[in-house]
């Protein structure tokens, strides 16, 4: 799902090539990719066609923690100061209540049924957008503790042993969470050893023994196991086996998402520009496959079990770039970049004075960010 996608006034708004790194566009662009693509598959083709519900499998195990692991390093430099408050509030709060409301809307015409909006209970793909607006308010708490990344893996298993409500997406809050503190304490140093021949040398390896491990226990397994939103009890796993298999999890998103960003380009392609744009597909992609859920338009495909899995997942990709095109982000960035009046202007003013080394905000700045 969208990447540290509101550390400026705009989501939709790409900056200045020099104060990017083309090697974080590139990973959030393939990422976003990724989420598409398993939004476009059906849960019931999934579920009927086992190399489909292995590669499910592959992607939902490390694409969300590597969204996340992303958001904490870009969101380093957040201290609370006023200003990175007022851009969080335009790029992350501001969207999340319109694509709340579009989602709710939707489902209640799809569905038939009364409209019903209840902004602290996230629709869909919204649950990122509250999960990173808290995420990000807690940044420095994060850097205030001591032993912050196994205090966050504590917090995480111990949320899948109790009950909880999802108010503001709280289950997956809390069970992402390490993947945002970890990137809080990673450093540029550490991205580069990614760079090594040797790491590079075994990530293909690493994906293609996760992808044979997928195909090879699709079968028995529940895909909620990588959602993240439920406990044992909803998984229907005791509290030993829960822990276990949590653990497990953990280990095999972090070497997938080493392997994956060990292979993602550090040199500009014809997709890095579109990685600082990923809010717009991201937000944008989950109207049309919650449409196509609501009314069947899946059904026509179901019969066709791999042909048609292979033919959704081309649809997913040119649907990423689609969304993530300036057309369309002209006619969306109403809804993506609401405007604000009193609190967008003044945050692009001051991302201007900070650029320019005038701003008077102390402390340090946080990456920019798509």
């Known amino acids: ?125 919204c649950w990122f957008l509250a999960a990173l607006f808290v995420w990000r308010l807690t940044a420095p708490v994060w850097r205030a503790v001591p032993y912050p990344v196994p205090l966050a893996v504590l917090i995480s298993l111990a949320a899948g042993t109790t009950t909880l409500g999802y108010d503001l997406a709280l289950p997956r809050v809390l069970m992402f969470l390490p993947w945002f503190v970890l990137g809080l304490r990673l450093r540029p140093e550490h991205l580069a050893r990614l760079r090594e021949p040797r790491v590079r040398g075994w990530a293909p390896f690493v994906l293609l023994g996760a992808a044979v491990g997928a195909y090879v226990f699709a079968p028995g397994t529940n895909v909620h196991w990588t959602w993240m939103s439920q406990g044992y009890e909803g998984l229907g796993a005791g509290p030993v086996r829960y822990l276990l298999a949590r653990v497990a999890l953990f280990a095999i998103a972090a070497a997938m998402t080493a392997a994956f960003l060990a292979l993602v380009p550090r040199r500009r392609t014809w997709f890095t520009g579109l990685g600082a744009v990923t809010l717009y597909p991201y937000l944008l992609h989950g109207l049309l496959t919650s449409a196509a859920s609501a009314w069947g338009w899946h059904a026509p495909l179901l019969p066709w079990g791999l042909p048609g899995a292979a033919l959704l ?58």
């Open 313 to 370: 997942t081309a649809i997913g990709v040119v649907l990423a770039v689609l969304l993530s095109s300036a057309p369309v982000r002209r006619l969306a960035r109403p809804l993506v970049e609401p405007p604000l009046p009193g609190l967008t202007g003044r945050t692009e003013r001051e991302s201007r004075r900070r650029s320019s080394g005038k701003s008077d905000q102390p402390g340090t700045s946080e990456p920019r960010t798509a």
């Open 1 to 125: 799902m969208a990447t540290e996608i509101a550390d400026r006034a705009g989501p939709g708004t790409v900056p200045e090539p020099p104060e990017r790194d083309a090697f974080l566009d590139n990973a959030k662009f393939l990422l976003i990719v990724l989420v598409v693509v398993g939004h476009v598959w059906p849960l019931a083709l999934v579920e009927a066609v086992r190399p489909a519900k292995g590669a499910y499998l592959w992607i939902t195990a490390f694409h969300m923690p590597a969204f996340v692991l992303l958001c904490g390093y870009l969101s380093r430099g957040f201290t609370g100061r006023p200003d990175q408050v007022r851009r969080l509030l335009a790029g992350v709060l501001a969207p999340y209540l319109v694509f709340e409301t579009l989602y709710t809307a939707l489902d209640s015409a799809a569905r038939d049924r009364p409209f019903a909006l209840t902004p602290t209970e996230p629709t869909f793909l």
